[in-house]
């Protein structure tokens, strides 16, 4: 590989075992490398790729992974979608940076604030944009303590909302947690899905955060009407109620937000990951009254050079735009029945989870799980594991996928959950 050795030597690591797939160019839903080298010394041009492994048909020897994951719930347009580079490309030749979040008008920002709002319920009608999801938590409990002069934050077991300090704080699994005390103080960690959680809410607190669909817990669908209940004893105890929909939004779930699937509306709303259509961005959404917080007492309650990068959200608007034109919410629940129904009685699969094309494929371990992960990639299919649930398969696709597509990807998925099976 061309840079693999560079980025052993000098790219700070997050794991012992990084995947390592050196991507050259992105196209849709398949990622590229680069050229496999000779594996015969006169170097034929016609040398086959590895068994499996699907080759790019305009270069043969190029390996070639359909990824089944989307960065992560990111690129649900898929990559280098021709109207999202457009609007880039447009932007660029426009301005980049001008000066500090907040401070000038700039249209980028000011229209996807206004196309995000259209699609969120009243009175959700202001957007604070910042660069990730992680920042978005950060500030969108900022603004709760603000706003209620409360310091208490309550969240739930195995949620993840980011890894700042704040936003680590109010995640759900403690080993992730320990080394890096002491974090913010006065945090509580509730049951999700339980109404027991609701009894431990008290008037000290100022906010709840909660992801309506728990992503990285392996994809955990509360019960019918606890997010309701959750919303009523927030009301009658003051306490702000905060969606983290930076992983459930955009149409993953086969509805603009998740919250629509309650019909639940919480007092900030915060996005991130596909909203800034495969560029960085994050942002909090809620009433203008609420947002308004921020301006004073002190002013400048919350702050950030880049957020809202115009190239960002120009690129956001476009994706919100394109996905719409493209009819690709309706694409969501067909594509989620297609994979249930393709991998419900394959070999080793204990049950699957999902919410649109939120997935989690369960199997019995770590080491089934990675094993059925290493086998489908060498077959030229990306998927994953869960940050807070190891033992399952992550299928996350870019809502492009075609049925053809797949239809493909589940009979690797078989074949490789039943080698799996075999092989034990
Ligand atoms: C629900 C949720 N909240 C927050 C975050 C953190 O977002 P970021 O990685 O952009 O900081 C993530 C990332 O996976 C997430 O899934």
Redesign the pocket.
């Known amino acids: 590989m061309l840079h693999r050795e560079l980025f052993y030597r000098h790219l700070g690591q997050t794991s012992p075992e990084p995947l390592a797939f050196e991507v050259e160019r992105a196209e849709g839903v398949w990622l590229f490398g680069p050229a496999e080298p000779p594996s015969d010394p006169a170097g034929s041009a016609t040398t086959p790729l590895s068994a499996g492994i699907p080759a790019d048909q305009a270069h043969p020897r190029r390996r070639k992974v359909l990824d089944l994951i989307a960065g992560?719930?990111v690129s649900g347009l898929g990559h280098g979608h021709p109207k999202v580079l457009e609007a880039i490309r447009r932007q660029a030749d426009r301005y980049l940076h001008t000066m500090v979040y907040g401070e000038f008008i700039q249209a980028p920002q000011v229209l996807l604030a206004e196309k995000l709002c259209s699609l969120l319920p009243d009175p959700l009608d202001s957007v604070f944009w910042v660069?990730?999801?992680?920042?978005?938590?950060e500030a969108a409990l900022k603004l709760a303590k603000r706003a209620t002069g409360r310091t208490g934050l309550a969240s739930f077991h195995r949620?993840?909302?980011?890894?700042?300090h704040g936003?680590l704080s109010m995640g759900g699994t403690e080993s992730w947690k320990a080394p890096f005390r002491p974090l913010l103080p006065d945090t509580h960690l509730l049951p999700y899905g339980e109404d027991a959680a609701l009894d431990l809410l008290c008037t000290d607190m100022a906010a709840v955060l909660v992801?309506p669909v728990?992503?990285?817990a392996g994809v955990r669908v509360p019960p019918d009407g606890w997010l309701q209940r959750l919303r009523a004893r927030c009301d009658a105890l003051g306490i702000l109620l905060i969606f983290?929909?930076?992983?459930?939004g955009c149409g993953r779930t086969g509805v603009w937000f998740a919250q629509a699937h309650s019909g639940v509306v919480p007092d900030i709303m915060?996005t991130?990951?596909a909203i800034g259509g495969g560029l960085?961005l994050?942002g909090f959404a809620a009433s203008r009254d609420l947002m308004r917080c921020l301006t004073h007492d002190p002013v400048l309650g919350h702050i950030s050079t880049f957020g809202g990068h115009p190239l960002s959200c120009a690129a956001g608007l476009a994706s919100l735009e394109a996905l719409s034109a493209e009819g690709l919410l309706d694409r969501v629940k067909p594509l989620e029945a297609r994979f249930r129904e393709g991998l419900q009685d394959a070999p080793g699969v204990q049950d699957i989870r999902s919410c649109g094309l939120m997935m989690a494929v369960q199997l019995g371990s770590w080491d089934h799980n990675k094993a059925v992960i290493d086998r489908v990639l060498q077959a030229g299919i990306l998927t994953d594991w869960f940050?807070y649930c190891d033992d399952a398969l992550r299928i996350a696709p870019p809502l492009i996928l075609t049925d053809a597509e797949a239809d493909w990807a589940i009979g690797v998925l078989r074949e490789a959950l039943a080698a799996e099976m075999a092989s034990r």
Not at 131 to 137: L, M, Q
Not at 159 to 164: K, V
Not at 244 to 248: G, I, L, Y
Request: hydrophobic share 30%; no cysteine.
């Open positions: 992560i719930a660069n990730s999801g992680s920042e978005a938590v949620s993840y909302h980011g890894a700042t936003a992801e728990q992503g990285e983290d929909e930076a992983q459930t915060v991130a990951k960085p994050g940050l």
